[in-house]
């Protein structure tokens, strides 16, 4: 489905350069925190500005009554499976996408060692897969024998963590958000880790609401932008589903003007791109389900989003240029420099912020 997502008028020339800055290696969060809620929060103030610093649980302070959070209840799978060549040869596969039953797009590491027609072997269990082809983004198009692979991920798959967290995880769930409920993802929606179950009941007894779309994190959430021209980069597509209960909330805060709120890049990509214009000429929000590309940087006019909440991002990455296009270049550049002089932890275990 076309989306307006892809317009971000406006500027004639984007530079990559523009979303580079220089990040100290001991500030790349290894772990969670044992409690979620109590990493800290950049408060970003877009009319005056300014830069809040508070603990997690203390967002009820920025909410108000009536507002609406819009959660993503998307769940990793273990997605990470090791495989054996007939060489003897290992080779790490992430699984991607399930293209038809059996045949997942997936990368391979190392990619070289890859090659179609090859068979590769896992765990000992009877599952082989078939390399058929590369795939345009680099990875591998494979056919798994038996094509129900669900014994095979829940057994032997690990969490898919990012490669710039060394340390294994004394518990998979701890990269789940606690609201995740539709398996699909190979990364986890990261600005909804920080929730516990506490704070949410909180958040809804002061009077808070919720609501759940899924979008489904894959290669395009975390595949950094390369064209020195940032307009030029392709986004790969995701699935994402806004059914119709939380269409209906969403619309019915649009129409009270209500404050809406994302937690997370992916719910603001998922919900923009669902967005019409009624016979009004207001938007709002489809219940529909699908494939978005959706890629939004600065230039680009948020019709349904009024705030949203996130972590701390990679250089170059579309999280961090989604991010510039809602709150400003310069402001998050100011951001981001504050919290690394003040030794905020980044990334997927990282700190997060929080932009009204």
Avoid at 92 to 103: A, D, N, S, T
Avoid at 125 to 133: K, N, Y
Avoid at 251 to 268: E, L, S
Avoid at 313 to 336: D, Q, V
Wanted: net charge positive; charged share 25%; aromatic share 12%.
């Amino acid at each position: 489905m076309p989306s307006e997502c892809l317009l971000g008028e406006g500027f004639d020339k984007m530079k990559l350069s523009e979303f580079d800055y220089c990040l100290p290696r001991e500030l790349i969060a290894q772990e969670p925190l044992a409690s979620r809620d109590e990493c800290r929060l950049l408060v970003l103030n877009r009319k005056d500005k300014s830069f809040k610093e508070v603990i997690f649980k203390d967002i009820v302070k920025f909410l108000n009554k009536g507002d609406l959070l819009l959660l993503n209840n998307t769940r990793v799978l273990p997605a990470r499976l090791i495989a054996k060549r007939k060489t003897g040869g290992q080779l790490e596969v992430l699984l991607l996408k399930q293209k038809q039953r059996g045949i997942w797009e997936v990368l391979v590491k190392p990619g070289k060692k890859a090659l179609p027609g090859e068979s590769i072997f896992f765990a000992g269990d009877g599952f082989r897969a078939e390399i058929l082809e590369r795939t345009p983004a680099g990875g591998r198009l494979i056919r798994f024998y038996p094509k129900d692979i669900k014994r095979l991920i829940n057994q032997y798959g690990k969490m898919p963590l990012p490669p710039y967290i060394k340390k294994e995880l004394n518990q998979a769930d701890y990269y789940q958000t606690i609201y995740a409920k539709k398996q699909g993802a190979v990364a986890a929606p990261t600005a909804g880790l920080h929730f516990t179950k506490g704070l949410l009941d909180k958040l809804i007894s002061f009077g808070v609401k919720i609501a759940y779309i899924t979008l489904h994190c894959g290669l395009a959430t975390f595949r950094p932008v390369k064209t020195q021209d940032i307009r030029e980069h392709k986004m790969e597509a995701e699935f994402y589903k806004i059914d119709s209960r939380a269409a209906r909330i969403i619309n019915q805060a649009r129409a009270q003007k209500r404050r809406i709120i994302a937690v997370g890049t992916t719910v603001v990509r998922a919900v923009e791109t669902a967005t019409f214009k009624n016979r009004q000429g207001y938007y709002q929000v489809k219940p529909q389900q699908g494939q978005t590309h959706c890629y939004i940087y600065p230039g680009y006019k948020f019709k349904i989003i009024d705030a949203f909440l996130t972590n701390f991002h990679l250089p170059h990455s579309t999280n961090l240029i989604l991010a510039c296009a809602f709150a400003g270049t310069g402001f998050i550049r100011e951001a981001y420099q504050y919290a690394i002089n003040r030794k905020f932890r980044f990334y997927s275990f990282g700190d997060a912020m929080l932009v009204v």
